[in-house]
């Protein structure tokens, strides 16, 4: 019969095996085509935006996770603790052989956009969908910097580009999206 000290070791492999395990099933792989949005996922982000003031805070908290058992990339963000948010997902379109989202806000529009990567940087362009007149397309580029994501829009509203918002997020795992 075995003693009490002789059972640890097994204990402690038994142990390790079931946290491996499950630490293996709770990183789920991201499809070949969504490899570029590693950095990005299983995160939470919160961004302060450039035209933010002490008088007028403007924040935005954004989740991105991997979705669809790794064939698509999941956003959710609220801005000023829900005043505004929405959510995206992300895929590959093999008819397209492109990146395409889908976005979609508290606001009742919604976006349809591609999506590429070139030297580290993402880049998106969204066709606006609901909200007359007003912006029609979006242009944006998203990048990981020193661990912080920047990123910056321009708007195509009443057929001008004009600049959008620019922000920059740290990584934040105790906030909170609230859009509900």
């Known amino acids: 019969m075995m003693t009490y000290y002789q059972r640890i070791p097994i204990l ?3 142990v390790f095996l079931a946290m491996g395990s499950h630490l293996a099933a709770a990183e789920p792989k991201l499809d070949e085509h969504l490899k570029e949005f590693a950095p990005f996922v299983g995160k939470t982000w919160r961004g ?3 035209s933010s003031t002490k008088e007028k805070p403007l924040f935005d908290v954004s989740r991105w996770e991997v979705a669809l058992k790794g064939k698509a990339v999941r956003t959710v963000h609220s ?17 397209e052989k492109s990146l395409v989202s889908f976005y979609f806000t508290t ?8 999506i590429e990567f070139k ?5 998106a362009r969204e066709v606006v969908r609901g909200q007359q007149p007003g912006v029609s397309e979006v242009e944006s580029v998203t990048e990981i910097v020193g661990g912080q994501m920047r990123v910056k829009s321009r708007y195509l509203k009443d057929g001008k ?9 740290a990584e934040a795992p105790g906030a909170e999206v609230k859009i509900d």
Do not use: Q
């Not at 995206?88 to 008819?95: A, C, F, H, T």
């Not at 030297?119 to 880049?123: A, H, P, S, V």
């Not at 004009?162 to 997020?169: A, F, H, K, L, P």
């Open 107 to 114: 606001a009742g529009f919604f976006t349809e956009a591609t």
């Open 161 to 169: 580009w004009v600049d959008g918002r620019e922000t920059t997020y």
């Open 12 to 14: 402690l492999v038994i």
């Open 48 to 50: 302060e935006f450039k």
């Open 119 to 123: 030297d580290g940087k993402m880049f």
């Open 79 to 95: 801005v000023n603790d829900g005043t505004y948010g929405g959510e995206s997902i992300v895929m590959w379109d093999p008819g």
